[in-house]
């Protein structure tokens, strides 16, 4: 970060003065950094400025005051500037001080002749989940090449010739916090460009439910992701500058469907009705989704619409309407019977506590150890799952510590029944040995161990 004082000079214009040296003030850094200057005067006063990559505070005030000017780090190779002015109020002619801002382009090399710039430089706050086909963006006159410097980072399309970009990859971290970088390096040495790092910080694993990180959420299952399977949660406003979780998935770019959705359940959700339009979730590349499947089956949700009426219209609702959050469905003996009805028991369970449910919902294309046919649909060629679920998990009644968990398991078909019954209850071990997942990794181990192995139909009125 570059910092600087204008220095000792006196520009003034009746009583109005700054010790800014010229009028034309010429930074010495493309980087992003801070300036000081005083005014004095006995006038009230106002800062007003041309552009977007400078600040003041503060910008205006009364009598004599010792200003901070904030500018940001330009990208560009060019220099660039802008105009601001400081004007009394006061005096019948409002007097004004006016000033131009020059900050040098970024260069590399003799004579900043050539040059190699990336953006971001400092990337901080990856998830311990991991991320994948992150951009970086190359503003260059020069052949490139990016390496990752370690092996939990991958690079794809990391070479050119000029402007472009690259991807990165970062993998899931079982371990501390760590460190890491991705070299970018000019690939003609007659060019005499520095190689520039760019560093990568990625958080600890935390799914031991120490609340240390936003990931000890307790309807989380043990996160595993591939190269095609995508951790990612979405964040809804709440009020003012707050945000909170509204669901998480693990999503596969591949196959277009969420494997599962996880998300906490409470009364306050509930409040409202109507619903949304669906769109591309902002978070996951659009090539990767569709909008729509073949005639024969619906978007089926698997966070439910009506899970987050409350309050009605707001991001929270918005959220559910992603296609990153739709399956395949039969409609007519399944989403829009046998299941919406499942998603209504989840609901009334819901209304009937004061705590909160944790839930899972998802979708199969086969148990483990089975081979059995997974259909397509044939507008987006779009995987039929074989079979959907939920285990959810609740404080037993009367108590404010013991939990109590369930499970149900349908077959992906149509069905005459349209209530489910205990019939379809399992127990949470049950489909855990079905998908081969971890569901609520986050509790301790004993117990998921005691929980999980009994399903306790009478905590569910079933």
Same mark, same amino acid.
């Given at each position: 970060?570059? *910092?600087?004082? +204008?220095?000792? %000079?006196?520009?003034?214009?009746?009583?109005?003065? #700054?010790?800014?040296? @010229? =009028?034309?003030? !010429?930074?010495?850094?493309?980087?992003?950094?801070?300036?000081?200057?005083?005014?004095?005067?006995?006038?009230?006063?106002?800062?007003?400025?041309?552009?977007?990559?400078? *600040?003041?505070? +503060?910008?205006? %005030?009364?009598?004599?005051?010792?200003?901070?000017? #904030?500018?940001?780090? @330009? =990208?560009?190779? !060019?220099?660039?500037?802008?105009?601001?002015?400081?004007?009394?109020?006061?005096?019948?002619?409002?007097?004004?001080?006016?000033?131009?801002?020059?900050?040098?382009?970024?260069?590399?090399? +003799?004579?900043?002749?050539?040059?190699?710039?990336?953006?971001?430089?400092?990337?901080?706050?990856?998830?311990?989940?991991?991320?994948?086909?992150?951009?970086?963006?190359?503003?260059?006159?020069?052949?490139?090449?990016?390496?990752?410097?370690?092996?939990?980072?991958?690079?794809?399309?990391?070479?050119?010739?000029?402007?472009?970009?690259?991807?990165?990859?970062?993998?899931?971290?079982?371990?501390?916090?760590?460190?890491?970088?991705?070299?970018?390096?000019?690939?003609?040495?007659?060019?005499?460009?520095?190689?520039?790092?760019?560093?990568?910080?990625?958080?600890?694993?935390?799914?031991?439910?120490?609340?240390?990180?936003?990931?000890?959420?307790?309807?989380?299952?043990?996160?595993?992701?591939?190269?095609?399977?995508?951790?990612?949660?979405?964040?809804?406003?709440?009020?003012?500058?707050?945000?909170?979780?509204?669901?998480?998935?693990?999503?596969?770019?591949?196959?277009?469907?969420?494997?599962?959705?996880?998300?906490?359940?409470?009364?306050?959700?509930?409040?409202?009705?109507?619903?949304?339009?669906?769109?591309?979730?902002?978070?996951?590349?659009?090539?990767?989704?569709?909008?729509?499947?073949?005639?024969?089956?619906?978007?089926?949700?698997?966070?439910?619409?009506?899970?987050?009426?409350?309050?009605?219209?707001?991001?929270?609702?918005?959220?559910?309407?992603?296609?990153?959050?739709?399956?395949?469905?039969?409609?007519?003996?399944?989403?829009?019977?046998?299941?919406?009805?499942?998603?209504?028991?989840?609901?009334?369970?819901?209304?009937?506590?004061?705590?909160?449910?944790?839930?899972?919902?998802?979708?199969?294309?086969?148990?483990?150890?089975?081979?059995?046919?997974?259909?397509?649909?044939?507008?987006?060629?779009?995987?039929?799952?074989?079979?959907?679920?939920?285990?959810?998990?609740?404080?037993?009644?009367?108590?404010?510590?013991?939990?109590?968990?369930?499970?149900?398991?349908?077959?992906?078909?149509?069905?005459?029944?349209?209530?489910?019954?205990?019939?379809?209850?399992?127990?949470?071990?049950?489909?855990?040995?079905?998908?081969?997942?971890?569901?609520?990794?986050?509790?301790?181990?004993?117990?998921?161990?005691?929980?999980?192995?009994?399903?306790?139909?009478?905590?569910?009125?079933?």
């Amino acid at each position: 970060m570059a *910092a600087c004082n +204008p220095g000792g %000079g006196n520009v003034a214009e009746e009583n109005l003065s #700054t010790d800014i040296k @010229n =009028t034309t003030w !010429e930074l010495e850094s493309y980087e992003s950094g801070t300036a000081s200057f005083r005014i004095t005067t006995g006038m009230k006063w106002i800062i007003t400025k041309g552009s977007g990559w400078i *600040a003041f505070d +503060p910008d205006d %005030g009364t009598g004599d005051a010792d200003i901070t000017m #904030t500018f940001t780090e @330009n =990208t560009a190779p !060019e220099s660039r500037e802008v105009k601001f002015s400081i004007t009394g109020v006061g005096n019948t002619d409002n007097t004004t001080l006016a000033y131009t801002l020059i900050q040098p382009g970024f260069t590399d090399g +003799p004579g900043g002749e050539y040059y190699l710039r990336a953006e971001p430089r400092n990337i901080t706050g990856i998830p311990y989940a991991g991320v994948s086909n992150r951009t970086i963006s190359i503003t260059a006159n020069v052949p490139w090449s990016a390496t990752a410097v370690d092996g939990w980072i991958t690079v794809n399309g990391g070479e050119g010739t000029g402007n472009g970009s690259f991807t990165y990859s970062v993998a899931a971290n079982d371990g501390e916090e760590r460190t890491g970088s991705i070299r970018l390096t000019c690939t003609d040495p007659s060019f005499e460009v520095t190689d520039i790092t760019v560093g990568i910080e990625q958080e600890r694993y935390d799914q031991g439910g120490t609340g240390e990180l936003p990931y000890g959420w307790l309807e989380l299952p043990k996160v595993v992701e591939t190269d095609d399977n995508h951790f990612s949660v979405l964040y809804a406003p709440v009020s003012g500058n707050s945000r909170a979780r509204n669901y998480s998935m693990l999503y596969d770019y591949n196959e277009k469907i969420a494997y599962w959705v996880a998300y906490p359940m409470h009364p306050v959700y509930l409040d409202g009705s109507g619903r949304s339009s669906w769109s591309y979730n902002p978070n996951v590349p659009q090539q990767y989704q569709v909008s729509d499947y073949a005639s024969g089956y619906s978007k089926g949700h698997q966070i439910p619409s009506g899970d987050r009426h409350s309050p009605a219209g707001s991001t929270l609702n918005k959220q559910t309407f992603y296609y990153t959050n739709m399956t395949p469905q039969l409609q007519n003996g399944f989403n829009g019977t046998i299941w919406n009805n499942m998603e209504q028991a989840v609901r009334n369970w819901t209304e009937a506590s004061s705590d909160t449910l944790y839930v899972v919902t998802g979708a199969v294309l086969n148990k483990i150890g089975e081979n059995k046919e997974v259909k397509r649909e044939s507008l987006h060629n779009v995987v039929i799952p074989n079979y959907y679920y939920k285990v959810i998990i609740k404080k037993k009644r009367n108590s404010s510590t013991e939990y109590t968990a369930i499970g149900f398991w349908f077959e992906h078909r149509n069905y005459s029944e349209t209530k489910p019954s205990h019939t379809y209850s399992l127990t949470v071990d049950q489909i855990e040995e079905w998908t081969g997942l971890d569901f609520f990794a986050n509790l301790p181990e004993d117990v998921q161990n005691r929980i999980e192995s009994i399903k306790e139909t009478s905590e569910w009125n079933l």
